[in-house]
């Protein structure tokens, strides 16, 4: 395995210590396992580990491709594993619901070379619709998961989860949270293997084909490989257990690093005994034994009471009648992520600590900063165009991605938010429902991810609905991957690596589809736009408008240079009429001491403050060189 690329996850050498998030850890781990295909769909908080595999790919001689989405990230990595590579793919929480088609099936099929599906978590919703629990599957779907507490979990886990999947024969989730992936911690490196997997498919179709009489014979199978799984697991050293208090705490994900933090500060490590739950399904005679060393527990984890659950129910039939606190004793809530100071008071709570040791100091709650379209941006146009034209009471559906923040004032470009390519499926049945035009809005990389099949839907049905596609060359929000339609030439990249001449072509795509209403228009260039505009909104059935422009953080990172002189506010015929703020939102727009003014490092030259602007106070700022 080559490091010319560089990359320091790239070390070979068994002696090596450092700091670095989480994802970085699964990468490694990855490594270290031998793995040679990867494949994914970026979704934070996962996305760092697509993106280190796309640098170090070619060096570390490993297949990856950005996926067009999860599902058929899923496939393509499953199909590898058949044909005996070790595989990878990654995505977020969401992905995971995606891609469920393939993976209920696939631990019927059960593997060849060993394959890890990474699925971040995200807890509180911090860049998601929705919390979800990926445990579940365990149960659901017979799937084993391991659940990292720090980054060297990660990456052992990681490491060792492929060897595990080999011998069960079953595809594994990882499942990080995003405080896993997102912090730094030290990992110890391990060599990486001189050999890997060979590779070829053997054709063997009672195995790999799943008709009923094939898939009642996996049903079968499936129940022993996943007992085999528990049993392995029990072996695995991702249970470790501390301390010999009568006092019991079970923990799981970093919540067991929480715990394990706040035993250690109150000093109470011969008061409690600890047991980490690093995996699933949790090993019966472990907890069996957990349970008979203890008089009480309580559970510490994020989210839905799984093993809280799973603890009850063990100690039901080991016939262990103790005390099980957790959320449904209202220890701990169900929603959202947990912090440390939490974890601390419901301990403090369950040892009757809280006189003892004193209080800890309140720190007050930072201010809501509400998520806001950058500077220069080419939505922010798009979405002053579509409302100039289609006005307030139009029903504007919205979909994931940069456009999602067209939500709230002053854009007003928001009213609904589902999941990836809903946007144009419930333009659709709101416009067939109450006869009136609505407009929906997708991105490029979401379009091609799930948006292609909702518009073949609405063409079919003739609804009168307006598909806006913002088309910004580049799959922003979750890092700057590329997209379909991202240009090579202009650092984009590909979605595999292969090189191509010419972008996708989002029309070509639209037409297939059966639509005759299209327009193709810069969102910059006003008149184009509000004329093409104007004809979508007359039309019948369903017309497409695609506004191309680059996103412009990643091109002036690509380009280096400024390809527009940032505007000024002249004081003396500016009379704060708060137009340009109201209207647009820019962050790049100042108020300071009741003056109006353009921070002139944020802004991009993109002229929409100037265009709102009533008395011709905003203009071109005179840059030297120009």
């Known amino acids: 395995m080559s490091n010319a690329s560089g990359h320091e996850i790239l070390r070979d050498d068994a002696s090596t210590r450092l700091s670095i998030l989480g994802n970085h850890a699964i990468v490694r781990g990855g490594l270290e396992a031998g793995v040679q295909f990867y494949s994914c769909y970026p979704g934070t908080p996962s996305s760092e580990i697509g993106d280190t595999f796309a ?29 005996g590579a070790r595989s990878m793919c990654g995505m977020k929480h ?12 696939m631990p019927y099929v059960g593997v060849g070379g060993g394959m890890v599906i990474v699925s971040a978590g995200d807890p509180s919703a911090i860049t998601s619709p929705n919390e979800q629990d990926q445990r579940h599957f365990t149960k659901f779907l017979y799937y ?24 069960t024969g079953l595809p594994v989730i990882l499942r990080p949270t995003t405080r896993v992936c997102h912090s730094s911690g030290m990992v110890q490196f391990d060599s990486l293997p001189a050999e890997r997997n060979e590779v070829g498919f053997k054709k063997d179709p009672p195995r790999y084909v799943p008709i009923p009489q094939n898939a009642r014979r996996m049903r079968v199978e499936l129940t022993e490989r996943y007992k085999k799984a528990e049993a392995l697991l029990a072996t695995s050293g991702f249970f470790p257990r501390t301390g010999s208090g009568r006092r019991g705490i079970i923990a799981s ?27 699933y399904p949790i090993p019966e005679e472990l907890l069996k034994d957990f349970l008979a060393s203890v008089d009480s ?49 419901a301990v403090r709570k369950y040892l009757k600590l809280d006189q003892r040791n004193g209080r800890r100091a309140n720190v007050p709650e ?15 146009t798009s979405f002053h165009m579509v409302k100039k034209v289609f006005g307030k009471k139009t029903v504007y559906c919205n979909d994931i991605g940069c456009y999602t923040l067209g939500y709230g004032e002053p854009l007003g470009a928001c009213d609904m938010l589902l999941c990836m390519g809903s946007s144009i499926s419930q333009a659709s049945g709101i416009a067939r429902v109450t006869g009136e035009r609505t407009v929906a809005y997708i991105g490029d990389s979401t379009f091609y991810h799930s948006g292609l099949p909702a518009l073949a839907n609405a063409v079919q049905a003739d609804d009168a609905i307006t598909v806006v596609i913002l088309d910004n060359y580049i799959t922003a929000m979750t890092g700057f991957q590329p997209s379909l339609t991202s240009d090579n030439m202009a650092g984009g ?30 969102p910059f260039d006003d008149e184009a736009t509000l004329a093409a505009l104007e004809q979508a909104k007359a039309a019948s059935g369903v017309s497409v408008v695609i506004c191309h422009s680059p996103c412009v953080v990643h091109d002036r990172r690509v380009t280096k240079e400024r390809k527009r002189s940032p505007f000024t506010v002249d004081q003396e015929l500016c009379n704060s009429c708060t137009a340009c703020v109201r209207m647009l939102g820019c962050p790049g727009i100042l108020v300071i ?10 802004c991009d030259g993109c002229e929409l403050c100037a265009d709102v602007c009533k008395h011709d106070a905003i203009s071109p700022m005179q840059v030297e060189g120009d």
């Open 593 to 602: 001491d009741g003056k109006y003014t353009i921070d002139r490092e944020l």
């Open 253 to 279: 994900g970093v919540a067991y690093s929480y715990t394990a933090h706040v035993i250690q500060q109150l000093g109470i490590e011969d008061e409690v005994t600890l047991q980490q739950v690093g995996a």
């Open 493 to 522: 990249g590909s979605l595999s690596g292969v090189e191509r001449s010419e972008r996708f072509s989002i029309e070509d795509a639209v037409r297939g589809l059966g639509v005759q209403n299209l327009y193709s228009v810069d």
């Open 144 to 167: 084993p998961i391991f659940d990292p507490a720090t980054p060297e979990d990660a990456r052992r886990m990681t490491k060792y989860a492929f060897g595990f999947s080999e011998t």
């Open 366 to 380: 930072l201010p809501p900063r509400p998520p806001v379209l950058c500077p220069g941006c080419p939505h922010r």
């Open 55 to 83: 640098q170090i790919a070619k060096a570390a001689d490993i297949h990856f491709e950005y996926s067009v989405n999860e599902k058929i990230a899923v496939e393509v990595a499953f199909a590898a594993s058949l044909a």
């Open 297 to 345: 527990v309580l559970v510490v984890e994020e989210l839905t009471p799984f093993v809280e659950e799973w603890v009850t129910l063990s100690a039901f039939r080991a016939g262990r009648t103790i005390p099980i606190l957790g959320k449904h004793t209202d220890h701990f809530p169900v929603e959202f992520e947990y912090s440390p100071d939490m974890v601390d008071g």
């Open 94 to 105: 969401l992905g995971l619901s995606s891609a469920n088609d393939p993976i209920s099936t």
